[in-house]
């Protein structure tokens, strides 16, 4: 594998990494979530059947492909299910992780300098996938922090544009400033 191909892994990575910390996908259903991770158990053991006709780096590689799609989709079902931004971080992760075992097997043709350099490549980028993944949680942690206390503070405003009324009035705009800001 040379360097543009480790890059473009990463840049795929780096995508993964925004697309599953960014989507806010309805939670999936138990039951749809064993029938994902079904599937995903089918798919790999026709995967690597398909890998038992090879023989060799082809067959190493045929299989560590293999496995690197089972464990995507497994995380990324774990992480549907879940529905958390740890569970997309660690989706993230997985996929970083399959990258760089899918990489290392490609890297095993080459000798030399020329295998070490491709490993190293491979590994920073799996490095920099999971600290992109961390980084992408956190601000989604942080984001979700500030608008519940953007929306605490809004409702203490509320709150207190009640306190003039008396009576049901004021009851009614207690009730109205709890339902508006969910509280």
Not at 5 to 11: G, I, N, W
Not at 124 to 135: I, V
Request: proline fraction near 2%.
């Amino acid at each position: 594998m040379n360097q543009i191909d480790v890059r473009s892994l990463a840049h795929a990575s780096v995508f993964a990494a925004a697309f599953l910390l960014a989507s806010s996908a309805l939670a999936v259903t138990k039951d749809e979530y064993r029938a994902t991770k079904d599937r995903i158990a089918a798919d790999y053991k026709a995967a690597k059947a398909k890998c038992d006709a090879l023989s060799g780096q082809p067959k190493h590689l045929c299989i560590a492909e293999a496995k690197a799609v089972d464990k995507r989709a497994k995380a990324r079902a774990e992480a549907d299910y879940e529905n958390t931004p740890k569970a997309r971080e660690k989706a993230v992760i997985a996929d970083a992780e399959a990258t760089y075992m899918v990489a290392k097997e490609q890297c095993a043709t080459k000798t030399g300098n020329d295998k070490d350099v491709c490993i190293k490549a491979a590994k920073a980028a799996e490095t920099k996938a999971k600290a992109d993944a961390k980084a992408a949680r956190q601000t989604t942690v942080a984001k979700a922090d500030a608008k519940d206390t953007k929306r605490d503070a809004d409702y203490k405003v509320a709150r207190e544009k009640c306190d003039p009324l008396t009576g049901a009035a004021k009851d009614k705009c207690i009730a109205d400033a709890k339902a508006r800001f969910a509280q």
